[in-house]
């Protein structure tokens, strides 16, 4: 079957029932994507199709319709995204082993939410879990991400 996985058209072998992950991760090499729980309840393994963050561990990719984003499609021209910015600056990342799904999150939180409240963060972030913590430094990062959004940056 073929993937359109940022912006490229890759060919996988794969049995329609695989798991979206294990299709990215060992037939496409494409390795930004975690595996954390493998019952979609933990979001490492989040990704877009079509703008929209999925849990990869559980979506078969034989259903899979659309143009797959993960965290390596993010950047655009070479340009990290606002996110990535502002999770570099405020240094947000432990142990970093969530932080690709987090930021997938957190990226289509803001593309439907450009300037959201500490609410609507908690609630679009609820199903992504750190086992460091950084949970408040998840918050001010998608806070400055909007700041640098909406400053052309």
Not at 27 to 38: E, N, S, T, W
Not at 51 to 58: A, K, L, N, T, Y
Not at 109 to 128: Q, Y
Not at 130 to 151: D, E, F, V
Request: proline letters at 5%; one cysteine or more; glycine letters at 12%.
């Amino acid at each position: 079957m073929r993937l359109n996985v940022n912006g490229r058209d890759i060919d996988v072998d794969a049995d329609p029932d695989m798991p979206l992950l294990w299709a990215l991760r060992d037939l496409a090499g494409v390795m930004g994507p975690k595996f954390g729980c493998g019952v979609a309840a933990c979001g490492a393994c989040t990704v877009w199709i079509d703008g929209q963050p999925v849990r990869s561990c559980s979506e078969p990719v034989g259903g899979v319709n659309g143009r797959i984003t993960t965290i390596e499609g993010l950047s655009a021209n070479g340009e990290l995204h606002a996110v990535q910015k502002a999770w570099i600056e405020l240094q947000v990342a432990q142990c970093g082993y969530c932080q690709s799904g987090q930021i997938m999150s957190a990226a289509a939180l803001l593309a439907a939410k450009p300037d959201p409240t500490d609410a609507e963060i908690d609630e679009a972030m609820a199903g992504n879990l750190c086992r460091c913590g950084t949970y408040p430094r998840i918050r001010a990062a998608i806070h400055r991400a909007a700041a640098i959004a909406k400053a052309g940056g």
